[in-house]
């Protein structure tokens, strides 16, 4: 079987760490047959949970959620392992559908990140993780350049598009205004 995806840490002071990656299902043949996928499944479950990790937040839209993972329901797979699940789904190469909802998620991932670690995923761990873990940042403080760089110091897969920087700009703006 395939090495599981790379699961990097992005250190958060204060606060517990905020890991990021891709699907469990990355690299998997889709020919796998069920048992090889809940196989992997308890294999990469157990591997999360090493690192004390017991929220995940899934940026997955349902399209992705049912074609990526192999006919698996990963949230419900992952709730019925105990496993906390925060669903905030974006489509591949987009962004968030409103700002404030943007924030809504950090909220709640911050307050989860008080509890223990949060993982944050989507299909190959790349651009909408990345833009999460950077809009974290500029929600702490951070301008979007520094985020951004300090994401892609953590987590080389990070990939930004030019649509989620300019999401992550008017995020950044939005706080401003929000906090003046």
């Known amino acids: 079987m395939p ?23 990355e690299g998997l043949e889709e020919a796998a047959d069920a048992n090889q996928k809940c196989e992997r499944l308890e294999e990469y479950i157990t591997l999360v949970r090493s690192f004390s990790i017991e929220t995940f937040v899934v940026l997955l839209p349902e399209t992705e959620l049912q074609t990526a993972n192999h006919g698996c329901n990963l949230l419900y797979q992952y709730r019925n392992r105990g496993l906390s ?6 489509e591949n190469f987009g962004v968030p559908d409103a700002i404030d909802k943007f924030d809504e998620l950090l909220k709640t991932i ?36 520094d985020a951004i760089a300090r994401v892609n110091r953590v987590h080389p ?13 008017e995020y950044r703006k939005w706080l401003k205004q929000r906090n003046a």
């Open 157 to 169: 897969k990070a990939s930004h598009t030019v649509k989620q920087i300019l999401f992550l700009k």
């Open 85 to 90: 699940v925060v669903y905030f789904p974006i």
């Open 110 to 145: 911050a307050e989860r990140l008080k509890q223990a670690p949060v993982l944050v995923h989507c299909l190959s761990g790349c651009g909408r993780t990345g833009m999460v873990a950077s809009g974290f940042l500029i929600r702490l403080g951070s301008n979007v350049e």
């Open 3 to 25: 090495a599981f995806p790379r699961i990097d840490c992005l250190e958060i002071e204060g606060s517990s760490s905020l890991y990021l990656g891709a699907h469990p299902f």
